[in-house]
């Protein structure tokens, strides 16, 4: 079983690279992250305030 970790990456990121950080550990395109992301925070906030909470709780991937 191959042991993953979830991390903010620094290369590809638009803001703080939360999405991009969820993408490749979900191993799906960052687009459809982030568009996800803001649907979800066009629609009453909470994807904006998850975006905030992991881009302060997620480490920067350092490879």
Same mark, same amino acid.
């Given at each position: 079983?191959?042991?993953?970790?979830?991390? $903010? @990456?620094?290369?590809?990121?638009?803001?703080?690279?939360?999405?991009? !950080?969820?993408?490749? =550990?979900?191993?799906?395109?960052?687009?459809?992250? $982030? @568009?996800?992301?803001?649907?979800?925070?066009?629609?009453?906030?909470? !994807?904006?305030?998850? =975006?905030?909470?992991?881009?302060?709780?997620?480490?920067?991937?350092?490879?």
């Amino acid at each position: 079983m191959e042991h993953r970790k979830l991390y $903010r @990456l620094e290369e590809g990121k638009m803001i703080c690279g939360v999405c991009a !950080g969820i993408a490749e =550990y979900l191993n799906i395109d960052v687009t459809v992250i $982030r @568009l996800i992301t803001l649907i979800i925070a066009l629609w009453g906030g909470t !994807g904006l305030v998850f =975006y905030i909470i992991a881009a302060i709780i997620m480490p920067v991937k350092t490879d």
